[in-house]
Protein backbone atom coordinates (compact mmCIF):
# COMPACT_ATOMS: atom_id res chain seq x y z
CA UNK A 1 0.00 0.00 0.00
CA UNK A 2 1.35 3.23 -1.05
CA UNK A 3 -0.35 6.68 -1.63
CA UNK A 4 0.28 10.46 -2.10
CA UNK A 5 -0.65 12.84 0.97
CA UNK A 6 -0.49 16.51 -0.05
CA UNK A 7 -1.58 19.18 2.63
CA UNK A 8 -1.83 23.11 2.63
CA UNK A 9 -0.50 25.85 4.71
CA UNK A 10 -3.04 27.93 6.58
CA UNK A 11 -2.91 31.29 8.16
CA UNK A 12 -4.95 31.40 11.35
CA UNK A 13 -6.56 34.35 13.23
CA UNK A 14 -6.55 36.91 10.24
CA UNK A 15 -6.80 39.86 12.64
CA UNK A 16 -9.64 39.92 15.12
CA UNK A 17 -10.40 35.98 15.21
CA UNK A 18 -7.75 35.02 17.64
CA UNK A 19 -7.47 30.56 17.56
CA UNK A 20 -11.15 30.82 15.94
CA UNK A 21 -10.26 31.97 11.87
CA UNK A 22 -8.10 29.86 9.70
CA UNK A 23 -7.73 30.13 5.87
CA UNK A 24 -5.76 27.77 3.77
CA UNK A 25 -3.28 28.91 1.65
CA UNK A 26 -2.06 27.35 -1.92
CA UNK A 27 0.97 26.16 -0.59
CA UNK A 28 1.63 22.58 0.07
CA UNK A 29 3.30 19.94 1.68
CA UNK A 30 3.66 16.63 0.10
CA UNK A 31 3.88 13.05 1.93
CA UNK A 32 4.52 9.95 -0.56
CA UNK A 33 3.44 7.34 2.69
CA UNK A 34 4.80 3.20 1.78
CA UNK A 35 3.22 0.83 4.20
CA UNK A 36 6.03 -1.64 5.26
CA UNK A 37 6.38 -4.88 7.24
CA UNK A 38 7.94 -3.28 9.53
CA UNK A 39 10.25 -0.69 10.40
CA UNK A 40 10.76 2.82 10.03
CA UNK A 41 12.29 4.85 7.50
CA UNK A 42 11.71 8.74 6.62
CA UNK A 43 13.59 10.93 4.00
CA UNK A 44 12.78 14.98 4.45
CA UNK A 45 13.37 16.89 1.52
CA UNK A 46 13.38 20.51 1.42
CA UNK A 47 11.48 22.12 -1.52
CA UNK A 48 11.59 25.56 -0.20
CA UNK A 49 10.60 25.41 3.95
CA UNK A 50 13.90 25.45 4.40
CA UNK A 51 15.38 24.25 7.85
CA UNK A 52 14.36 20.90 7.05
CA UNK A 53 17.62 19.49 8.78
CA UNK A 54 16.26 20.26 12.04
CA UNK A 55 13.08 17.64 11.19
CA UNK A 56 13.84 14.50 12.87
CA UNK A 57 13.74 11.14 11.20
CA UNK A 58 12.52 8.84 14.60
CA UNK A 59 9.56 8.07 15.78
CA UNK A 60 9.15 11.44 17.20
CA UNK A 61 8.57 13.00 13.93
CA UNK A 62 5.21 14.30 13.61
CA UNK A 63 3.83 13.06 10.81
CA UNK A 64 4.55 9.32 12.69
CA UNK A 65 3.63 10.71 15.90
CA UNK A 66 0.07 11.64 14.47
CA UNK A 67 -0.19 8.28 12.19
CA UNK A 68 0.23 6.49 15.32
CA UNK A 69 -1.71 8.13 17.17
CA UNK A 70 -4.66 7.96 14.67
CA UNK A 71 -4.35 4.36 13.75
CA UNK A 72 -4.46 3.04 17.31
CA UNK A 73 -8.01 5.59 17.48
CA UNK A 74 -9.17 3.75 14.60
CA UNK A 75 -7.97 -0.10 15.40
CA UNK A 76 -5.62 -0.82 13.33
CA UNK A 77 -2.42 -2.44 13.83
CA UNK A 78 0.62 0.38 13.69
CA UNK A 79 2.26 -0.79 10.27
CA UNK A 80 6.15 0.03 8.98
CA UNK A 81 6.55 2.79 7.07
CA UNK A 82 8.56 4.46 4.63
CA UNK A 83 7.88 8.21 4.37
CA UNK A 84 9.47 10.91 1.81
CA UNK A 85 8.70 14.79 3.18
CA UNK A 86 8.64 17.17 0.60
CA UNK A 87 8.38 20.22 2.73
CA UNK A 88 7.47 23.36 0.80
CA UNK A 89 5.70 25.27 4.28
CA UNK A 90 7.72 27.13 6.11
CA UNK A 91 8.73 25.62 9.59
CA UNK A 92 7.97 28.20 12.55
CA UNK A 93 6.82 31.38 10.64
CA UNK A 94 3.10 30.94 11.47
CA UNK A 95 1.94 29.18 8.39
CA UNK A 96 0.80 26.44 10.21
CA UNK A 97 3.89 24.20 9.37
CA UNK A 98 2.60 21.83 12.44
CA UNK A 99 -0.58 21.58 11.69
CA UNK A 100 -0.07 20.51 7.67
CA UNK A 101 1.86 17.79 9.72
CA UNK A 102 -0.45 16.53 11.80
CA UNK A 103 -2.90 16.74 9.07
CA UNK A 104 -0.78 14.73 7.17
CA UNK A 105 -0.37 11.59 9.61
CA UNK A 106 -4.06 11.51 10.13
CA UNK A 107 -5.27 11.21 6.44
CA UNK A 108 -2.41 8.83 6.12
CA UNK A 109 -3.73 6.78 8.64
CA UNK A 110 -7.44 7.11 7.25
CA UNK A 111 -6.24 5.63 4.66
CA UNK A 112 -4.26 2.57 6.06
CA UNK A 113 -7.35 1.72 7.76
CA UNK A 114 -9.06 2.41 4.26
CA UNK A 115 -12.11 5.07 6.38
CA UNK A 116 -13.27 8.06 5.27
CA UNK A 117 -11.95 11.02 6.56
CA UNK A 118 -14.98 11.78 9.11
CA UNK A 119 -15.45 14.56 12.04
CA UNK A 120 -12.93 12.53 14.43
CA UNK A 121 -10.39 13.30 12.10
CA UNK A 122 -10.63 17.26 13.09
CA UNK A 123 -11.12 16.36 17.24
CA UNK A 124 -7.28 14.64 16.62
CA UNK A 125 -5.58 17.28 14.91
CA UNK A 126 -7.28 19.86 17.02
CA UNK A 127 -5.79 17.38 20.31
CA UNK A 128 -2.46 17.54 18.71
CA UNK A 129 -2.35 21.60 18.28
CA UNK A 130 -4.65 22.81 21.26
CA UNK A 131 -6.89 24.79 18.94
CA UNK A 132 -8.56 23.98 15.64
CA UNK A 133 -8.38 26.77 13.80
CA UNK A 134 -4.93 25.79 11.15
CA UNK A 135 -5.73 21.86 11.23
CA UNK A 136 -9.11 22.50 10.05
CA UNK A 137 -7.95 25.05 7.32
CA UNK A 138 -5.54 22.01 6.53
CA UNK A 139 -8.39 19.25 6.59
CA UNK A 140 -10.87 21.00 4.76
CA UNK A 141 -9.94 24.12 2.51
CA UNK A 142 -11.44 27.47 2.56
CA UNK A 143 -12.41 29.84 5.26
CA UNK A 144 -12.71 28.06 8.25
CA UNK A 145 -14.00 28.70 11.98
CA UNK A 146 -13.04 26.76 14.74
CA UNK A 147 -14.59 26.84 18.37
CA UNK A 148 -15.00 24.02 21.31
CA UNK A 149 -17.99 23.06 23.06
CA UNK A 150 -16.63 21.48 26.37
CA UNK A 151 -13.80 19.11 25.47
CA UNK A 152 -15.24 18.65 21.88
CA UNK A 153 -13.61 20.87 18.94
CA UNK A 154 -15.24 21.93 16.11
CA UNK A 155 -15.39 24.17 12.42
CA UNK A 156 -17.42 24.81 9.66
CA UNK A 157 -16.31 25.66 6.34
CA UNK A 158 -16.84 28.86 4.44
CA UNK A 159 -15.77 30.33 0.90
CA UNK A 160 -14.03 33.40 0.94
CA UNK A 161 -14.59 36.01 -1.60
CA UNK A 162 -12.99 34.78 -4.85
CA UNK A 163 -11.46 38.30 -5.62
CA UNK A 164 -9.49 37.81 -2.56
CA UNK A 165 -5.57 37.69 -3.07
CA UNK A 166 -3.57 36.78 -0.18
CA UNK A 167 0.11 38.19 -0.16
CA UNK A 168 2.71 36.39 2.42
CA UNK A 169 5.52 39.03 3.70
CA UNK A 170 7.97 35.92 5.22
CA UNK A 171 10.50 36.84 6.71
CA UNK A 172 14.16 34.99 7.26
CA UNK A 173 13.58 35.04 11.46
CA UNK A 174 11.59 32.27 13.56
CA UNK A 175 9.35 32.28 16.14
CA UNK A 176 7.27 29.51 17.94
CA UNK A 177 3.53 29.06 19.01
CA UNK A 178 4.70 28.41 22.64
CA UNK A 179 7.11 31.37 22.82
CA UNK A 180 4.36 34.11 21.39
CA UNK A 181 1.68 32.48 23.61
CA UNK A 182 3.73 32.98 26.26
CA UNK A 183 3.43 36.76 25.94
CA UNK A 184 -0.19 37.34 26.06
CA UNK A 185 -1.35 38.50 29.43
CA UNK A 186 -4.17 36.75 31.51
CA UNK A 187 -6.65 39.13 31.22
CA UNK A 188 -7.62 41.62 28.52
CA UNK A 189 -9.69 44.83 28.77
CA UNK A 190 -12.99 44.33 28.73
CA UNK A 191 -13.24 47.01 25.85
CA UNK A 192 -10.70 44.83 23.97
CA UNK A 193 -12.05 42.30 24.33
CA UNK A 194 -15.76 43.29 22.85
CA UNK A 195 -14.27 45.70 20.38
CA UNK A 196 -12.54 41.99 18.93
CA UNK A 197 -16.25 40.77 19.26
CA UNK A 198 -17.32 43.13 16.95
CA UNK A 199 -14.42 43.20 14.27
CA UNK A 200 -14.49 39.77 14.43
CA UNK A 201 -18.27 39.23 13.50
CA UNK A 202 -16.92 42.17 10.61
CA UNK A 203 -14.34 39.75 9.37
CA UNK A 204 -16.59 37.24 7.99
CA UNK A 205 -18.73 39.55 6.14
CA UNK A 206 -15.61 40.94 5.23
CA UNK A 207 -14.01 38.17 4.02
CA UNK A 208 -17.52 36.11 2.52
CA UNK A 209 -19.03 39.23 1.02
CA UNK A 210 -18.25 43.16 1.15
CA UNK A 211 -14.25 43.08 1.01
CA UNK A 212 -14.72 46.96 1.49
CA UNK A 213 -14.46 45.84 4.48
CA UNK A 214 -11.83 44.00 4.88
CA UNK A 215 -8.97 46.89 6.73
CA UNK A 216 -11.70 47.51 9.72
CA UNK A 217 -12.72 43.45 9.77
CA UNK A 218 -8.87 42.83 9.77
CA UNK A 219 -8.06 44.92 13.19
CA UNK A 220 -7.02 43.58 16.62
CA UNK A 221 -6.71 44.28 20.00
CA UNK A 222 -6.32 41.30 21.48
CA UNK A 223 -3.13 39.68 20.86
CA UNK A 224 -0.94 41.02 17.97
CA UNK A 225 0.21 44.22 20.08
CA UNK A 226 1.48 41.90 22.63
CA UNK A 227 3.29 39.53 21.05
CA UNK A 228 5.01 42.46 18.98
CA UNK A 229 8.28 42.26 20.87
CA UNK A 230 8.71 38.82 19.60
CA UNK A 231 8.77 40.12 15.79
CA UNK A 232 9.63 44.03 15.87
CA UNK A 233 9.73 44.51 11.84
CA UNK A 234 6.48 42.48 11.20
CA UNK A 235 4.85 44.64 13.80
CA UNK A 236 6.18 47.27 11.78
CA UNK A 237 5.54 45.95 8.28
CA UNK A 238 1.84 45.42 9.82
CA UNK A 239 1.24 48.93 11.05
CA UNK A 240 3.06 50.42 7.69
CA UNK A 241 0.71 48.51 5.32
CA UNK A 242 -2.51 49.30 7.62
CA UNK A 243 -1.56 53.12 7.44
CA UNK A 244 -2.01 52.48 3.68
CA UNK A 245 -5.38 51.08 3.49
CA UNK A 246 -4.04 47.08 3.04
CA UNK A 247 -5.62 44.86 5.81
CA UNK A 248 -2.57 43.24 7.06
CA UNK A 249 -2.49 41.09 9.99
CA UNK A 250 0.20 38.60 11.81
CA UNK A 251 -0.24 35.08 10.54
CA UNK A 252 -0.99 33.13 13.43
CA UNK A 253 1.94 33.15 15.81
CA UNK A 254 4.24 34.85 13.42
CA UNK A 255 6.47 36.59 12.04
CA UNK A 256 4.94 36.36 8.73
CA UNK A 257 2.84 39.03 7.58
CA UNK A 258 -0.68 37.82 5.42
CA UNK A 259 -1.90 40.99 3.51
CA UNK A 260 -5.61 40.19 2.36
CA UNK A 261 -5.98 42.62 -1.23
CA UNK A 262 -7.72 42.90 -4.27
CA UNK A 263 -4.89 43.10 -6.28
CA UNK A 264 -1.77 41.32 -5.47
CA UNK A 265 0.11 44.38 -4.77
CA UNK A 266 1.69 46.26 -1.75
CA UNK A 267 2.38 49.77 -1.80
CA UNK A 268 5.93 50.69 -3.07
CA UNK A 269 6.50 53.28 -0.06
CA UNK A 270 6.21 50.16 2.17
CA UNK A 271 9.70 48.69 2.78
CA UNK A 272 9.64 45.04 2.59
CA UNK A 273 13.73 44.23 2.86
CA UNK A 274 13.97 41.21 5.00
CA UNK A 275 10.45 39.61 3.67
CA UNK A 276 9.77 36.86 1.24
CA UNK A 277 6.48 38.07 -0.59
CA UNK A 278 4.53 35.96 -2.43
CA UNK A 279 1.32 35.95 -3.15
CA UNK A 280 -0.56 31.98 -2.60
CA UNK A 281 -4.73 31.38 -3.65
CA UNK A 282 -6.76 30.64 -1.03
CA UNK A 283 -6.48 26.42 -1.42
CA UNK A 284 -10.23 24.90 -1.38
CA UNK A 285 -9.77 21.35 -1.36
CA UNK A 286 -8.18 21.11 2.10
CA UNK A 287 -5.90 17.90 2.07
CA UNK A 288 -6.04 15.11 -0.58
CA UNK A 289 -4.69 11.46 -0.32
CA UNK A 290 -4.16 9.86 -3.81
CA UNK A 291 -3.00 6.27 -4.43
CA UNK A 292 0.64 5.56 -6.25
Request: aromatic share 4%.
Amino acid sequence: MSFRVTVPASSANLGPGFDAFGLALGLYDVVEVEVTESGLDIDVIDAGAGGVEDVPRDESHLVVRAIRRTCEHLGVKTPGLRLVCRNAIPHARGLGSSAAAVVTGIAAAYAIAEVPLNDDALQLAAEFEGHADNVAASLYGGLVLAWTEGKRFHAERLTAHPSIRPLLAVPAVRSSTEATRGLLPGHVPHVDAAFNLGRAALAVLALTERTELLLPGSEDRLHQDYRSSAYPESARLVRELRASGVAASISGAGPTVLALTLDGITPRTIGVEGFDVTELPVDTRGVQVAAQ
